[in-house]
T-cell receptor, first 113, second 108 residues
Framework: KAGVTQTPRYLIKTRGQQVTLSCSPISGHRSVSWYQQTPGQGLQFLFE???????NKGNFPGRFSGRQFSNSRSEMNVSTLELGDSALYLC????????????FGPGTRLTVT | GIQVEQSPPDLILQEGANSTLRCNFS?????LQWFHQNPWGQLINLFYIPSGTKQNGRLSATTVATERYSLLYISSSQTTDSGVYFCAVKSWVHDMRFGAGTRLTVKP
């Protein structure tokens, strides 16, 4: 069974631009969560989706948004990029509505210049 | 939210040594996972262990939920065990929270 895939793997953007990251969960998994990892703040929860519905959102500004499609694939968008948005963005998938074991993708490394 | 503390923050070992990593959490949880982050950033699942004890080869983990801690044991460490180990916890009312990690360096 294929693992969680994320695209693109690397991205360089300029301040003020917007970016969309994509995540495809493990086949059959219906929950997708997103996390941001930075050297200063560590791993922080962004969003959690199940069946196209956002179930939970972390403490991030409204510039960070996401969605989940009917095939469980998910995207996250960051608008008006800031230097501090440079980070590794990780997506994780889990089987059901209740989050038990999560499996992570390889991440998208975003650099904002 | 739940506070997660991992110790030690850094650990340097000689190949073949054993180690114990600790994760303390501040509230009841229904989900606890241990991960190993490789140099490329990928988080590798080690254990899903909200309670009890599990073993997988040279690695084992124990979670004592009533006392709010979990331990990860690495025996006969190898250089490939190097990396950062994270503990992550979740409760019914809180999102997933990660500890700051333990950076393990195994020297040949």
């Amino acid at each position: 069974k294929a693992g969680v895939t994320q695209t693109p793997r690397y991205l360089i953007k300029t301040r003020g631009q917007q970016v969309t990251l994509s995540c495809s969960p493990i086949s059959g998994h219906r929950s997708v969560s997103w996390y941001q990892q930075t050297p200063g703040q560590g791993l922080q929860f962004l969003f959690e989706y199940f069946s196209e519905t956002q179930r939970n959102k972390g403490n991030f500004p409204g510039r960070f948004s996401g969605r989940q499609f009917s095939n469980s694939r998910s995207e996250m968008n960051v608008s008006t990029l800031e230097l501090g948005d440079s980070a590794l963005y990780l997506c994780a998938s889990s089987f059901g509505e209740v989050i038990y074991e999560q499996y992570f993708g390889p991440g998208t490394r975003l650099t904002v210049t | 939210g739940i506070q997660v503390e991992q110790s030690p923050p850094d650990l340097i070992l000689q190949e073949g040594a054993n180690s114990t990593l600790r994760c303390n959490f501040s509230d009841s949880v229904n989900n606890l996972q241990w991960f190993h982050q490789n140099p490329w950033g990928q988080l590798i699942n080690l254990f899903y262990i909200p309670s009890g004890t599990k073993q997988n080869g040279r690695l084992s983990a124990t979670t004592v939920a009533t006392e709010r801690y979990s331990l990860l044991y690495i025996s006969s460490s190898q250089t490939t065990d190097s990396g950062v180990y994270f503990c992550a916890v979740k409760s019914w009312v809180h999102d997933m929270r990660f500890g700051a990690g333990t950076r393990l360096t195994v020297k040949p």
